[in-house]
């Protein structure tokens, strides 16, 4: 049988967020907007079967990009066998974050045969990807999730709607941003030198479009 990818939207928010650059280590600072990578995260946190893989194909920024700085107190040492005195070993670090983040998050569920998977042994010549649609939807309609979503960080919690089919929507932000290289994803391929992936994210009226991770635009 032929086998579509049909596409969901989710409407994401949070008071605070950091989709952080991997190329500043020391603190934490963050993207102008959420990554794909972070996107696909919070798609997976709701619904994920090794029959399919979600692939994010637009976001949208629906309140203006606004920032706050936070300082705290971290340790700078890994726990071991030997004890860890924190008093010696605490550094003050300043993270950049977003808050007050909205966004618009849309992407394919991506339906994977039999045939092409490596995580899941064979129980039938065909399947009907039906099924993993309207789980993805019953779950996202319910507010359920396997794990809580996050806004880049595990302690920046996200809340979620799912957006139906003909709904009216609210438009993002007049503005025009280039937004540079930035973080796509990681690529699992190899397990044993997984690699990351960017791309050049430009946002048009308050639009990124998210290439598909095959695509030429993305770099590796």
């Not at 340790?75 to 008093?87: F, W």
């Not at 909205?102 to 994977?112: C, G, M, N, S, T």
């Not at 995580?119 to 999730?145: I, L, V």
């Not at 806004?151 to 993002?172: I, K, M, Y």
Request: glycine residues 4%; charged residues 30%.
């Amino acid at each position: 049988m032929e086998y579509t990818d049909k596409e969901f939207c989710l409407e994401v928010w949070g008071d605070m967020a950091c989709f952080t650059r991997p190329e500043l280590k020391v603190e934490r600072v963050s993207y102008d907007v959420i990554t794909p990578s972070a996107a696909r995260a919070i798609f997976e946190a709701i619904f994920w079967k090794p029959a399919f893989r979600w692939q994010v194909t637009k976001i949208e920024v629906l309140s203006p990009i606004k920032w706050t700085s936070i300082r705290r107190n971290e340790v700078g040492a890994l726990a071991s066998k030997s004890p860890i005195y924190i008093e010696d070993k605490r550094q003050q670090k300043n993270s950049l974050l977003l808050k007050d983040v909205h966004y618009r998050l849309w992407a394919k569920l991506v339906f994977i045969p039999q045939r092409d998977r490596k995580e899941e042994k064979r129980t039938s010549n065909d399947e009907n990807p039906m099924k993993y649609y309207e789980m993805f939807e019953r779950r996202a309609s319910k507010g359920q999730c396997f794990n809580q979503p996050y806004l880049g960080c595990r302690e920046f919690s996200a809340s979620f709607r799912l957006v139906n089919a003909g709904e009216a929507l609210t438009p993002a932000i007049p503005e025009d941003r280039d937004l540079g290289i930035m973080l796509y994803d990681m690529d699992f391929t190899n397990p044993k030198d997984i690699q990351a992936m960017f791309y050049r994210a430009r946002m048009e009226q308050g639009v990124i479009v998210v290439p598909d991770k095959d695509s030429e635009e993305v770099l590796r």
